[in-house]
């Protein structure tokens, strides 16, 4: 079953680079085939691990094209400047980008406080983080998602990418039924994958762009449940953290790529460790470092507050203040302290 389901998976990403050089071919635009020095074995290597651009090479660094196709560094350098001496590295003005904004689109929790605290819902094209201990209510904010988004707009789609296999459709009719939604429509709405490893959960990050050109879905949410429990399982002890970094890297780029490109959320959760060597404050750190921090555009500390409430605090977001905001779970949803 696995066998023929990595099988499935190769035999599509082999047509799929056919495909997009088919497709950019017919279009005349350039692709990595037509870089000087690029011989089609590095092209078919680069278009294997995902380089199916100019851009995504551009964009890239010498570090990570070597580790991918163990070119050399010299031959990686200078790939990357002819990638960009070959694009026009496109400027917007500030006007442009703020026609951009306004199409951002405010999922809303059934939470006033939580809403108003990112600033009056979670952003599309953005990366939304929370992160907290167990039973902090990272998972039901993502479930609620999934079913307030289809509210957004005609035909809206969510994704759950799950990896702890805490996804339950059965929650799902309970918050459709308390929205007052058609429980099989909004279950329909919902597109389940299980992620069961790092790599995986990467692979199925890279197929929603597959959902939404292929089978013409309006993707406006995608949920990583969790973003980094793989991640830590697999990658232990201090060897080893140099790759991890580097793969969480480049996942969170593909969701901050794809978020932007057809503007849908990101909605990714985020356990914490203890910080033993923290003495004031809160002693507990979010896993993934600065690299999930900064590719996070908010970033939400969850944690228990008093009589089964939970308090969400905003610790980096591009134009909110630092602030926190009391809210509770129930059958219904996620709701206001009264
Ligand atoms: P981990 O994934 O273990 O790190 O935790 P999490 O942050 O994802 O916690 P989760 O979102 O699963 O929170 C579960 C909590 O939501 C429970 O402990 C309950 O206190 C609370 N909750 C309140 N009402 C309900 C309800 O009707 N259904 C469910 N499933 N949970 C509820
Ligand atoms: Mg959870």
Redesign the pocket.
Known sequence: MEQELIQEVETNSRKKRKDVRMEKEAKKEQTIYDLPGVGAATAEKLMAVGYTDLMSIAVASPAELIEATGMGDAVAKKLIAIARSSLEMGFESGEELLKRREKVIRIKTGSNALNSLLGGGFETGAIVE?F????????????ALAVAVQSVEKDAVAVYIDT?N?F?PE?II?LAKGAGMDTDEALRNIKVARAYNSDHQMLLAEKVEDLIKKQGLNVKLVVV??LTAHFRAEFIGRGTLADRQQKLNKHMHTLAKLADMYNFCVYV?N?VMAKPDMFFGDPTQAIGGHIVAHASTFRVY?RKGKK?TRVAKLVDSPNMPESECGF????SGIKDVE
Do not use: A, M, P
């Not at 907290?132 to 479930?143: N, Y």
């Not at 509770?328 to 059958?331: A, H, I, S």
């Open positions: 929370c907290g201990e167990f039973g902090s209510g990272k998972t039901q904010i993502g479930h702890e805490t339950r929650r309970q449940d969790s959760t356990q969850l089964g509770y779970v129930d059958e």
